[in-house]
């Protein structure tokens, strides 16, 4: 158990050092200096991914925790890739390669569906952590779909439509837990069914709108300003704010 703890903490601390090092207002003036951090920092995402130990048996009657479970840290390791690459998926200047686009697509859709295993009808503790990886993985996997012909591609409908169930499920759940989460969920899945609806007319032949939600449109929600500033108040908004931004016109700041 000590050993997988030991590992646990690692990968949570090289999220802490990725923050660090990609978002400093230094460090984001100068893009070299950016990418070589994120260089190598994957290294060593991918150095502690190869030596993690082997998955421990859980008790008959299932795990009591997430912490330290396979799912645990293919869910940590996915985040850590999300936080990794953000920065340049979100580059405008200096556009990310498909191939990043695609690691972040990925990465995203296995936190929603990892999330939906462990947190669904399972006796395991919520956490505000919880909330905004999930709603940051959430918002990423529709940020790519979104900004990606590529990621657009290589999503079928049916794939699009269960990521998207898998992570309402669980905001849903974590809204009745909190109400301070609510907008959390709401948002999402406001921008989720602007995204489903994107899919299908792209599928019809229709033109793409270019962002999810329009305030002149008849499925921008009226509430959306009131949503945004209750995520402001629960003061996890850090790393969304320009996802936010890029999804929604006008964004309600």
């Not at 849903?172 to 948002?187: F, N, S």
Request: overall charge negative.
């Amino acid at each position: 158990m000590m050993t997988h703890a030991i590992h646990g903490f690692r990968i949570r601390s090289l999220i802490g050092c990725i923050q660090t090092a990609l978002y400093s207002d230094s460090n984001l003036r100068d893009r070299d200096v950016r990418n070589s951090h994120v260089h190598q920092l994957s290294i060593e995402l991918e150095r502690w991914k190869a030596s993690s130990p082997p998955p421990m048996i859980p008790p008959e009657g299932g795990a009591l925790s997430y912490f330290v479970t396979p799912d645990w840290y293919d869910a940590n390791y996915n985040y850590a890739l999300l936080q990794l690459y953000r920065v340049q998926i979100t580059d405008s200047e200096d556009p990310a390669p498909d191939e990043i686009f695609l690691k972040c697509l990925d990465a995203a859709k296995a936190i929603c569906h990892s999330y939906r295993r462990q947190f669904f009808g399972k006796p395991i503790t919520y956490t505000w952590s919880a909330l905004h990886e999930l709603f940051l993985a959430g918002l990423t996997y529709l940020y790519c779909l979104w900004t990606s012909p590529t990621a657009r591609e290589v999503s079928r409908h049916d794939q699009v439509s269960s990521t998207c169930t898998d992570c309402t499920m669980v905001l849903v759940i974590l809204a009745e837990r909190w109400p301070e989460a609510t907008p959390y969920r709401d948002i999402f899945e406001a921008l989720a069914s602007r995204t489903m609806t994107m899919m299908a007319d792209l599928q019809q032949g229709k033109q793409m709108a270019s962002t999810a939600l329009v305030p002149s449109h008849t499925t921008y929600p009226e509430d959306l300003p009131q949503w945004v500033a209750g995520i402001s108040d629960a003061g996890i908004s850090t790393g969304v704010d320009w996802l936010l931004n890029e999804l929604i016109d006008e964004f309600p700041s």
